[in-house]
């Protein structure tokens, strides 16, 4: 069991073995863990490599997360839910929709007339053309119900703030890759707005900003009749977002969520590609890039010794690094999965001591 | 060999290798009844067992990886548009156009890379470094493969040789023929064996430039800062001709950047946080398809590499070979 301590002003990992009673030198979850790590230093034989690795690897199957086994009383940790935070962290995803937005309009003037690109996967199955339609539907679908397991999280500020911060990220790296080589349309079929072949005046350019974003840049309303943003998906990163942000931050016993949830992201994507909405390395790199950010994100949230810069860091050496340190400055560690009523902590405590008024006057009667 | 001499070396720490070098071995750890005592940390700085055969397979890896690169090239080169323009790209539409810098973006490559061969070498752990570089070069070369064959982009230069492509299915002979071709010229253009062309996404060039860089960084004193600033003013210089050159789009440059950097940051982050190394729930590093290689590989290593250089000397290997064997034979005798 693993239980978060405060030592110091600071949390410390404490690893217990599985009849709780704690190794006399505690495994500290400091960056190099001392020598004497393979066991208990009152053995006093010492065993033989292969069993010495054996113990080894006992203590690391001893040492998974067991996050209903709460911490004591003694040991409860408080995750502020500091909205200011993810109120900024909303305007730093709009601001990336914005400028992807800016960014695509460009785009589609450049963009060139040719030939869609030989694909290895385009060009070797058929081409279905209600796939798109069908793709954002799954898409938006995803979308509710990752919304849904989020606002049913008691700590549902902190993971938005996460999730609001990872897809700016994620959109201000789309509006540099698809700017700055423009690829032909991927469906010869799709209709695109003629171009303007001149210069766009500024008024003409914000009209279609509002344009696109009143559509939420899906094709499914035709508001999306301007072309070029290939490298990379957006419709792959909001996918992959929403299922990875339901597995991680879902019930974690509810299988059948994730498993749904892994399959319409899937079929969206299978979709996405069987309509030639996107060439196959653009759905590519959406994945590697959401997966490895978001991971990345979280290795260094759920751990005490990664938030810190040091030369042993080099997660600390990626830009957004003490933004994330701002950002996850409160967060004691990984937050626990426990569910609640989206409703202000005020209206509940207004509508329990209600409730429980009520319940004291009903039995008042039995009881005189 | 190795079994006995653990029986007999109680206070061996795990993980140790089956050669020690002559410094690190003591007589007086003969005794069988020999109680564990537990070394303080600070001593235990010199413990970074060799395993060289974990080193050979990663050079196994990335002869495998650099297969898979060529071999995806080599059909990359038929599937690719061959008569379209080159796509509309923001900074090679804007610079000038050189053919010779594409040469000298190479020779800034192969200094670069001999730079890092060297360090890599004269390495104290220099088989602990080889098997993290040939890693990292693997996966990396991995990635590139699946990358530049599965959307093929037309060539940014116009003016670049590529050999014209079959008027037929090519065949595994001729597939192999050209994987021998590439690979003799390194994939570098200045030998005249790069001919084969489509490998845009993303750059091999910006890859290794960046790589060595970083190597050359990690792994010498910081006190070498002419070492660190030539070798990034040789990476920035060679991109700079690479593009000067249109050897590469804008966004293979981009994106070789991002892959190479976040990867090298994630695989240093695993081996510098034996946290990291764990298989937990949390430990999000862990999904990603390497790490299993990573931890593997890196399992007895539990001290960041100390930056010492030595001319290797590798009839020395021999020698310790001669000398160990020769006391295992008979181990009382220094008693």
Same mark, same amino acid.
């Given at each position: 069991?693993?239980?978060?301590?405060?030592?110091?002003?600071?949390?410390?990992?404490?690893?217990?073995?599985?009849?709780?009673?704690?190794?006399? $030198?505690?495994?500290?979850?400091?960056?190099?863990?001392?020598?004497?790590?393979?066991?208990?230093?009152?053995?006093?034989?010492?065993?033989?490599?292969?069993?010495?690795?054996?113990?080894?690897?006992?203590?690391?199957?001893?040492?998974?997360?067991?996050?209903?086994?709460?911490?004591?009383?003694?040991?409860?940790?408080?995750?502020?839910?500091?909205?200011?935070?993810?109120?900024?962290?909303?305007?730093?995803?709009?601001?990336?929709?914005?400028?992807?937005?800016?960014?695509?309009?460009?785009?589609?003037?450049?963009?060139?007339?040719?030939?869609?690109?030989?694909?290895?996967?385009?060009?070797?199955?058929?081409?279905?053309?209600?796939?798109?339609?069908?793709?954002?539907?799954?898409?938006?679908?995803?979308?509710?119900?990752?919304?849904?397991?989020?606002?049913?999280?008691?700590?549902?500020?902190?993971?938005?703030?996460?999730?609001?911060?990872?897809?700016?990220?994620?959109?201000?790296?789309?509006?540099?890759?698809?700017?700055?080589?423009?690829?032909?349309?991927?469906?010869?079929?799709?209709?695109?707005?003629?171009?303007?072949?001149?210069?766009?005046?500024?008024?003409?350019?914000?009209?279609?900003?509002?344009?696109?974003?009143?559509?939420?840049?899906?094709?499914?309303?035709?508001?999306?009749?301007?072309?070029?943003?290939?490298?990379?998906?957006?419709?792959?990163?909001?996918?992959?977002?929403?299922?990875?942000?339901?597995?991680?931050?879902?019930?974690?016993?509810?299988?059948?969520?994730?498993?749904?949830?892994?399959?319409?992201?899937?079929?969206?994507?299978?979709?996405?590609?069987?309509?030639?909405?996107?060439?196959?390395?653009?759905?590519?790199?959406?994945?590697?890039?959401?997966?490895?950010?978001?991971?990345?994100?979280?290795?260094?949230?759920?751990?005490?010794?990664?938030?810190?810069?040091?030369?042993?860091?080099?997660?600390?050496?990626?830009?957004?690094?003490?933004?994330?340190?701002?950002?996850?400055?409160?967060?004691?560690?990984?937050?626990?999965?426990?569910?609640?009523?989206?409703?202000?902590?005020?209206?509940?405590?207004?509508?329990?001591?209600?409730?429980?008024?009520?319940?004291?006057?009903? $039995?008042?009667?039995?009881?005189? | 060999?190795?079994?006995?001499?653990?029986?007999?070396?109680?206070?061996?720490?795990?993980?140790?290798?089956?050669?020690?070098?002559?410094?690190?071995?003591?007589?007086?750890?003969?005794?069988?009844?020999?109680?564990?005592?537990?070394?303080?940390?600070?001593?235990?700085?010199?413990?970074?067992?060799?395993?060289?055969?974990?080193?050979?397979?990663?050079?196994?890896?990335?002869?495998?990886?650099?297969?898979?690169?060529?071999?995806?090239?080599?059909?990359?080169?038929?599937?690719?548009?061959?008569?379209?323009?080159?796509?509309?790209?923001?900074?090679?539409?804007?610079?000038?156009?050189?053919?010779?810098?594409?040469?000298?973006?190479?020779?800034?490559?192969?200094?670069?890379?001999?730079?890092?061969?060297?360090?890599?070498?004269?390495?104290?752990?220099?088989?602990?470094?080889?098997?993290?570089?040939?890693?990292?070069?693997?996966?990396?070369?991995?990635?590139?493969?699946?990358?530049?064959?599965?959307?093929?982009?037309?060539?940014?230069?116009?003016?670049?040789?590529?050999?014209?492509?079959?008027?037929?299915?090519?065949?595994?002979?001729?597939?192999?023929?050209?994987?021998?071709?590439?690979?003799?010229?390194?994939?570098?253009?200045?030998?005249?064996?790069?001919?084969?062309?489509?490998?845009?996404?993303?750059?091999?060039?910006?890859?290794?430039?960046?790589?060595?860089?970083?190597?050359?960084?990690?792994?010498?004193?910081?006190?070498?800062?002419?070492?660190?600033?030539?070798?990034?003013?040789?990476?920035?210089?060679?991109?700079?001709?690479?593009?000067?050159?249109?050897?590469?789009?804008?966004?293979?440059?981009?994106?070789?950047?991002?892959?190479?950097?976040?990867?090298?940051?994630?695989?240093?982050?695993?081996?510098?946080?034996?946290?990291?190394?764990?298989?937990?729930?949390?430990?999000?590093?862990?999904?990603?398809?390497?790490?299993?290689?990573?931890?593997?590989?890196?399992?007895?290593?539990?001290?960041?590499?100390?930056?010492?250089?030595?001319?290797?000397?590798?009839?020395?290997?021999?020698?310790?070979?001669?000398?160990?064997?020769?006391?295992?034979?008979?181990?009382?005798?220094?008693?």
């Amino acid at each position: 069991m693993r239980i978060l301590k405060e030592e110091n002003g600071n949390y410390v990992e404490e690893c217990r073995l599985q009849n709780s009673s704690p190794i006399q $030198s505690p495994e500290r979850r400091h960056v190099f863990f001392p020598p004497n790590n393979a066991g208990s230093p009152h053995t006093p034989l010492l065993m033989s490599t292969d069993s010495e690795d054996e113990s080894e690897s006992k203590t690391e199957e001893v040492c998974t997360v067991n996050i209903e086994n709460a911490p004591t009383e003694n040991e409860v940790l408080v995750f502020p839910d500091e909205w200011h935070k993810t109120l900024m962290t909303m305007l730093f995803m709009g601001l990336g929709f914005i400028i992807t937005t800016f960014s695509l309009i460009l785009t589609h003037e450049r963009m060139p007339e040719g030939d869609p690109l030989p694909d290895i996967f385009l060009d070797n199955v058929s081409y279905i053309s209600w796939g798109l339609k069908l793709s954002e539907v799954l898409m938006i679908t995803s979308i509710f119900a990752a919304n849904f397991v989020v606002l049913a999280h008691t700590h549902r500020s902190i993971i938005y703030r996460r999730i609001f911060f990872l897809l700016g990220i994620l959109y201000f790296y789309r509006a540099a890759t698809f700017y700055v080589t423009a690829l032909p349309k991927s469906d010869k079929l799709y209709h695109c707005d003629k171009k303007n072949n001149g210069s766009l005046p500024f008024s003409e350019l914000v009209s279609r900003v509002v344009k696109i974003s009143t559509g939420g840049g899906l094709s499914i309303n035709d508001n999306q009749v301007y072309c070029g943003d290939f490298i990379f998906s957006g419709h792959t990163v909001m996918l992959v977002t929403s299922y990875l942000a339901i597995t991680e931050y879902g019930p974690a016993r509810c299988f059948l969520i994730q498993w749904i949830s892994f399959f319409t992201s899937l079929f969206g994507v299978l979709f996405l590609l069987l309509a030639r909405g996107h060439y196959t390395v653009d759905v590519l790199i959406a994945y590697i890039l959401t997966t490895r950010i978001w991971w990345g994100y979280h290795t260094i949230v759920n751990s005490e010794t990664l938030k810190k810069i040091t030369k042993e860091n080099s997660l600390s050496k990626l830009w957004w690094f003490r933004l994330l340190r701002y950002l996850e400055a409160n967060v004691p560690g990984p937050i626990p999965s426990r569910y609640s009523f989206p409703l202000p902590q005020a209206w509940k405590s207004c509508i329990t001591s209600k409730f429980h008024k009520k319940v004291k006057v009903d $039995s008042e009667p039995e009881t005189s | 060999m190795g079994d006995e001499f653990y029986q007999r070396q109680p206070l061996l720490s795990e993980g140790g290798d089956e050669l020690h070098s002559l410094d690190e071995f003591s007589p007086r750890t003969r005794n069988g009844s020999a109680v564990k005592i537990d070394i303080p940390e600070g001593d235990k700085e010199g413990n970074f067992p060799k395993e060289r055969w974990k080193t050979v397979l990663s050079i196994i890896f990335v002869i495998l990886a650099f297969l898979a690169t060529t071999t995806s090239l080599s059909i990359t080169h038929e599937l690719r548009p061959a008569h379209s323009n080159p796509l509309p790209d923001l900074i090679l539409d804007n610079i000038p156009y050189y053919s010779w810098a594409l040469d000298v973006s190479e020779i800034l490559i192969m200094v670069i890379t001999t730079i890092c061969a060297v360090v890599v070498i004269c390495h104290k752990h220099r088989w602990i470094l080889a098997r993290r570089v040939c890693l990292i070069i693997g996966l990396l070369y991995f990635y590139r493969a699946i990358t530049m064959i599965i959307t093929a982009l037309p060539s940014a230069n116009r003016q670049y040789k590529c050999d014209p492509q079959l008027n037929h299915t090519i065949t595994a002979t001729e597939v192999l023929r050209r994987v021998v071709k590439i690979m003799s010229g390194f994939g570098l253009s200045i030998n005249g064996q790069h001919v084969y062309c489509g490998d845009f996404i993303f750059s091999g060039h910006t890859m290794i430039l960046i790589l060595s860089y970083l190597i050359i960084s990690e792994y010498t004193p910081k006190k070498l800062w002419l070492i660190h600033w030539s070798s990034f003013l040789m990476g920035i210089g060679g991109v700079i001709s690479l593009m000067l050159a249109r050897g590469h789009y804008s966004v293979d440059v981009l994106l070789a950047y991002f892959v190479t950097t976040r990867l090298w940051f994630m695989m240093h982050s695993v081996i510098l946080n034996l946290q990291l190394q764990q298989p937990h729930s949390s430990n999000h590093l862990s999904r990603v398809w390497w790490w299993s290689i990573l931890v593997f590989f890196e399992k007895n290593i539990k001290h960041p590499l100390p930056n010492e250089f030595e001319i290797p000397r590798p009839w020395l290997m021999c020698w310790q070979q001669v000398t160990v064997k020769h006391r295992i034979r008979d181990p009382a005798r220094d008693i």
